[in-house]
């Protein structure tokens, strides 16, 4: 339940949510993992990008193909 304890934290530090209810959902959320029906979801997203050589620039492709460079 770190992850869980770190997310109700940065809730009540960015004042979100108030101590008691940071408090409140922490304990909301490991009484549900202790009862097996929690359900947690971590979606990320990686996106990576290189910048064209200098003095060239890069043409707009479709999708799937590399770029292309022009003089």
């Known amino acids: 339940m770190p992850m869980m304890a770190r997310i109700g934290r940065a809730a009540r530090a960015k004042g ?3 101590d008691e209810q940071a408090t409140a959902w922490v304990a909301e959320q490991a009484e549900r993992a202790r009862a097996g029906r929690l359900f ?10 290189r910048r064209p050589s200098a003095g ?3 043409t707009p ?3 799937g193909e590399p770029a292309r460079e022009t003089a």
């Open 40 to 49: 947690m979801a971590v979606p990320l997203f990686l996106a990576a990008g």
């Open 16 to 18: 979100g949510v108030s």
């Open 56 to 58: 060239r620039r890069a």
């Open 61 to 63: 492709t479709t999708a």
